[in-house]
């Protein structure tokens, strides 16, 4: 199948603002880019790119004063497969843990395992370790929380969404991840384009999502406590310990977001020309 997809940000600054920007798709995906996701500024500005510590290509501008867009519109090709289920994947003990996943067990800026690590023992102790546990753990989140995007706040903690049991996709991934890396489970938290694809309407508005990846037995596997089942057409974009690592765009200066779009939608291969 092929996925078109893109987004158009609209900017206003008061003055010249530098930004940092994660909007590429991410290296793993690219091969399966047909038009690629290149950025484009109206006015045109000049653009620098760099890989952060995750692997994530990031990109830097100097906004200038006044509006500015930023959009792409790029074509993928997808194997239309949904998301992968193993239920014989095992849980890894922590003294065998490869030494670039244990980051992804320690608390961060949104996910306080100091916190909740009395609460995740108690809810999880109980269950098969491995898969799952994972999937027990993206059970009672889904459960959990009231999604709604009125109850979203970029400030929100994974202790916060337990106690307030409300929220957005990025609240519930950083609920479970939290919750994973309470049980010893490696976490690290996804964001890139989920569409609609192989899902019954009514359809909302499209958003970039916010997803999970647990490591078991030797692999990263993705997880989706929002939606709670395997998905097709999900586009990977940005990976690291929670949302303070993959922010759409980092701004050193005061801005206005005056309009969001994000699109992804299937291409009937029959309509293209």
Same mark, same amino acid.
């Given at each position: 199948?092929?996925?078109?997809?893109g987004?158009?940000?609209i900017?206003?600054?008061?003055?010249?603002t530098?930004?940092?920007?994660?909007?590429?798709?991410?290296?793993?995906?690219?091969?399966?880019?047909?038009?690629?996701?290149?950025?484009?500024?109206?006015?045109?500005?000049p653009?620098?790119a760099?890989?952060?510590?995750?692997?994530?290509?990031c990109?830097?501008?100097?906004?200038?004063?006044?509006?500015?867009?930023?959009?792409?519109?790029?074509?993928?090709?997808?194997c239309?497969?949904?998301?992968?289920?193993?239920?014989?994947?095992?849980q890894?003990?922590?003294?065998?843990?490869?030494d670039?996943?244990?980051?992804?067990l320690?608390g961060s800026?949104?996910?306080?395992?100091?916190r909740?690590?009395?609460?995740a023992?108690?809810?999880f102790e109980?269950t098969?370790?491995?898969?799952?546990?994972?999937?027990?753990?993206?059970?009672?989140?889904?459960?959990h929380?009231?999604?709604?995007?009125?109850?979203?706040?970029c400030?929100?903690? =994974?202790?916060?969404?337990?106690?307030?049991?409300?929220?957005?996709? #990025?609240?519930?991934?950083?609920?479970?991840?939290?919750?994973? #890396?309470?049980?010893?489970?490696? =976490?690290?938290?996804?964001?890139?384009y989920?569409?609609?694809m192989?899902?019954?309407?009514p359809?909302?508005?499209?958003?970039?999502?916010?997803?999970?990846? =647990?490591?078991?037995?030797?692999?990263?596997?993705?997880?989706?406590? #929002?939606?709670?089942?395997?998905?097709?057409?999900?586009?990977?974009i940005?990976?690291?310990?929670? =949302?303070?690592?993959?922010?759409?765009?980092?701004?050193?200066?005061?801005?206005?977001?005056?309009s969001?779009?994000? #699109?992804?939608?299937?291409?009937?291969?029959a309509?293209?020309?």
């Amino acid at each position: 199948m092929k996925i078109r997809l893109g987004y158009e940000l609209i900017y206003n600054c008061p003055q010249p603002t530098p930004m940092l920007l994660t909007l590429s798709v991410h290296y793993t995906r690219v091969s399966d880019l047909i038009i690629l996701d290149h950025i484009i500024s109206d006015p045109p500005i000049p653009l620098t790119a760099y890989r952060d510590n995750y692997g994530n290509w990031c990109s830097r501008i100097v906004a200038p004063k006044g509006r500015l867009s930023l959009s792409t519109d790029a074509l993928l090709r997808d194997c239309g497969l949904p998301d992968l289920i193993n239920l014989q994947a095992r849980q890894t003990p922590v003294a065998e843990l490869p030494d670039d996943t244990l980051i992804f067990l320690l608390g961060s800026r949104y996910c306080e395992t100091d916190r909740l690590s009395e609460t995740a023992w108690r809810l999880f102790e109980n269950t098969p370790s491995g898969w799952l546990r994972v999937q027990a753990i993206c059970d009672f989140v889904n459960q959990h929380i009231s999604f709604g995007y009125q109850h979203a706040r970029c400030t929100k903690t =994974a202790w916060e969404v337990y106690q307030e049991k409300s929220g957005v996709c #990025r609240d519930y991934a950083h609920l479970a991840i939290t919750l994973c #890396r309470c049980m010893n489970i490696p =976490a690290r938290y996804c964001t890139g384009y989920l569409g609609d694809m192989g899902t019954p309407p009514p359809y909302g508005v499209m958003d970039f999502a916010g997803w999970f990846e =647990a490591y078991l037995d030797g692999h990263w596997y993705i997880f989706d406590a #929002r939606n709670n089942m395997p998905r097709i057409g999900r586009v990977l974009i940005a990976r690291g310990r929670d =949302a303070a690592d993959v922010p759409i765009s980092c701004s050193f200066g005061p801005n206005t977001l005056e309009s969001f779009m994000v #699109r992804t939608d299937e291409v009937n291969e029959a309509c293209m020309v």
